[in-house]
């Protein structure tokens, strides 16, 4: 953020980097738990990752009150509507982060029922590896996100950030 | 090396000579045309039925006071991928006051899927054959509401069918718009 100290009790910035500073650390995750990586996403929650510590501790399960969706799970042809569906209904700007090796590609299941990718509906930001990941990785994720923010790119038109699974 | 004859006989085992007897003696009194085959493997017990008669089978192994198999576990569907009895539908019953499972199968040829539905036997069976229906196409008659389960109703193929691609045929499952 372009900060400029003039004196003791004044500091100058843009509004949008004052915005995207509001933005960048008040994340609110729409948990989209479809399944087994979900159980890592609610442990990325829990106390001992603790994702209220880079200030998107508010997991909002309406998506109109949410901005960051994050989907963890296998996402069947079936889901993919509902997917869709609750991303149209998040208010601008929303950010989406594709957690685990389903999401991202399709993952183990290289069969007729599961899409081989949620980029093939919605446009996503960041993709995190693993099966499933470790929350620490998904916190990385999420530090992507606000990394992006920072910079002030647009959701989903910004370059892709591909996480590696560390272990 | 040990004689296997001389290992401990499982309970399995003991009883399946238990039950297999008396069962047996039982289905070839009431319904000596209906049974096709009779095979044993691993301590199971399996059952070939003739395909109009499975429901009166299925009746007599509930209602008997004996016998009891008043709990239908799965009905579930098989692809042999052979030409004349192509298709399978597998019975696992359970008898609870025997602690005995049974299995009943059927054969269903390729050209006609059709078999009786046991719903009037064990409700239970609604979901279970609509599941078969929905992956293989087998089509249970006097179902009272055969719909897919799984896949989307306007889907066209039964994806457990062995000639069904396993990445699926393009374009049969729509995604949403971008
Ligand atoms: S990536 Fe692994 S853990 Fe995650 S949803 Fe798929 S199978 Fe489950």
Known sequence: MGLMKTSESFITTKIDDMIGW???NSLWPMPMGISCCAIEMMSFAGPRYDCARFGSEAFRFSPRQSDLMIVAGTVTYKMSHVVRKIYDQMPDPKWVIAMGACTSS???YRVYSVVQGIDLFIPVDVYVAGCPPRPDNLINGLIQ???????????GQSEKVYIQDPS | MKNPDNRKKSIYKILLEFMKEKLLNKLNTHFKDSIESVNEFRN???VFIKKNDIVKVCQFLRDDDELRFDSLRDVCGADQNKTG????VIYNLYSLKNKFRLRLKVRIE???PHVPSVTSVWPTADFEERETYDMFGIIFEGHPDLRRVYMPEEF???PLRKDFPLMGIPGSLPLPRK
Not at chain 1, 145 to 155: H, M, S
Not at chain 2, 85 to 88: F, L, S
């Open chain 1, 22 to 24: 509001a933005r960048k």
């Open chain 1, 106 to 108: 399709g993952g183990m």
């Open chain 1, 145 to 155: 996100i606000q990394k992006k923010i920072a910079r002030g790119e647009k959701p």
């Open chain 2, 44 to 46: 199971e017990l399996t």
């Open chain 2, 85 to 88: 009895d192509r298709y399978e």
């Open chain 2, 110 to 112: 390729e050209e006609n």
């Open chain 2, 156 to 158: 066209e193929y039964h």
